[in-house]
């Protein structure tokens, strides 16, 4: 009946159709949104009442013969308006319920890939409304890449300029030789990004920006050369897939131009956590750069990978000096760099993850196995151009983002999981949408719900079809046979 499965929920025979919604106060921008989904008036003596109560994300849900109730805090009412909204999909009859609701796990996130292929503010925007039907609640921009620059910063110009901008693509995984012969780019204005923030903050979501270092940094060295390793070599935007040798350098300039980013990227972004990327970050430069051969006799540091963790740890203090998290993907966290204030994006193997808790971090289970949406959904009929594994709707939803073998210590370390959407491949926002969901619907699953049974998720999915078809059409063919 209601996608994610809520923790309680008791139907009775007969349904109810509300004519108006009543709401003040705190309650009045969850009953704006829900004006937003169906076609009600404000009015005192409305028969949906939406009222503020209690913490945190817990709501409940009330529909009876003589109305409807939603009580809330101000973000569990935003939960509730997308559960009445799921049960109204079918028209203005509503079912008779009661459902007392809360989420398992506090961040349920998807990550968009921006940097590889540009998507358009309205796609953005469109995936906000998506993922909130859901309760979703966390959007990750991946904002920056070597293939190309998107978050615009007033003191680096070049960034989006020349950063932006690529002359080509590759055609096909990394090593291809193919290219397309055509120019790609684009960047946001901080209008955008405000703005998109503030209309997910509507919804209960959050928007986490994500600023790639120490690698994957080529788009950033194409515009700013002297921030590298080899400051007079001339570097064009990448128009590779796969890992560039090209890393920022660790001379004090480098860190001058990261905190005046970041600065700028905490004036656009109030989330709590900022991720720093932190992944694939081969030392070969640093191994020959006179830069880096510097820095390690300063540092005191055994050799050139020990500036890897340095690096995250350097930046990582700046933001913990700013009062934000910073957040890497698991191949960055480092027990002699990163600080105990950062969380880790375990996107590898949930082991990884149990290291981390170990040494005091807090996780994002991310594991590509489960979570990468880029991957393709079946081993036939699938668009060209995608990694070879298969990540089916049903590996989604089977992702338990808290292994079982964790004791309660480990487990409570544990944010919750996020989906991943890469788009070397993905060219536009039809075909991402096509690939988001319905996963999306069974990550939601897995990340708000304790309760949860394979063949009853299927149940409500095809039963849902009809409302996934609406908000998402592009989407992939459900096949729940």
């Not at 304790?450 to 039963?463: K, Y």
Request: charged fraction near 20%; charge should be negative.
């Amino acid at each position: 009946m209601i996608i994610p499965k809520p923790l309680h929920l008791t139907r009775s025979p007969g349904s109810y159709r509300p004519a108006a919604i009543a709401a003040t106060g705190d309650a009045l921008p969850a009953a704006e949104l829900l004006r937003t989904y169906v076609d009600l008036p404000l009015s005192a003596d409305g028969d949906v009442v939406l009222e503020t109560s209690g913490e945190g994300e817990a709501y409940t849900l009330s529909v009876t013969p003589s109305g409807i109730h939603l009580r809330g805090s101000t973000t569990g009412l935003l939960h509730a308006v997308q559960s009445l909204r799921q049960l109204m999909s079918h028209g203005r009859d509503v079912p008779l319920v009661e459902v007392r609701d809360e989420p398992r796990f506090a961040w349920r996130g998807v990550m968009l890939d921006v940097a590889r292929h540009f998507q358009p503010i309205s796609y953005l925007y469109r995936l906000v409304d998506q993922i909130a039907l859901y309760k979703l609640n966390v959007l990750h921009l991946h904002l920056t890449d070597d293939q190309g620059w998107r978050m615009p910063i007033d003191r680096y110009p070049a960034l989006t300029s020349t950063g932006a901008w690529r002359t080509e693509s590759m055609i096909g995984p990394a090593g291809s030789t193919t290219r397309d012969h055509t120019p790609h780019g684009g960047a946001y204005t901080k209008a955008e990004m405000r703005a998109l923030v503030a209309h997910a903050a509507s919804r209960g979501i959050t928007v986490v920006p994500e600023i790639e270092m120490p690698g994957h940094a080529r788009a950033a060295l194409a515009a700013y050369p002297d921030l590298g390793n080899f400051p007079s070599r001339a570097l064009p935007v990448w128009t590779d897939w796969g890992v560039s040798d090209a890393l920022f350098g660790v001379q004090d300039h480098t860190f001058t131009f990261l905190h005046d980013v970041l600065t700028e990227v905490l004036e656009v972004f109030p989330s709590p956590h900022i991720h720093i990327g932190g992944d694939e970050c081969p030392t070969t430069e640093w191994q020959t750069s006179p830069l880096a051969a510097t820095r390690i006799a300063a540092e005191g540091l055994p050799d050139a990978a020990a500036l890897h963790g340095w690096f995250l740890g350097r930046i990582s203090e700046f933001l913990v000096s700013q009062g934000r998290h910073p957040l890497c993907w698991d191949d960055g966290e480092n027990p002699h760099g990163l600080p105990l204030s950062a969380a880790v994006m375990i996107w590898r193997d949930p082991k990884h993850g149990l290291e981390a808790v170990r040494r005091g971090h807090h996780l994002v289970m991310a594991p590509f196995r489960n979570t990468y949406l880029d991957y393709p959904q079946s081993s036939a009929g699938e668009p060209p151009g995608q990694p070879a594994a298969v990540v089916s709707l049903e590996d989604v939803y089977r992702n338990d983002p808290l292994p079982a073998e964790w004791d309660e210590e480990c487990a409570a370390r544990v944010l919750g999981t996020q989906g991943q959407l890469w788009t070397e491949f993905v060219k536009t926002p039809e075909h991402a949408e096509y690939l988001a969901f319905p996963r999306l619907c069974a990550l939601a699953e897995s990340a708000w719900s304790v309760d949860r049974s394979w063949p009853d998720f299927t149940d409500r999915l095809s039963a849902h079809a009809p409302m996934l078809a609406q908000i998402a059409p592009h989407h992939r063919p459900l096949d729940l046979a």
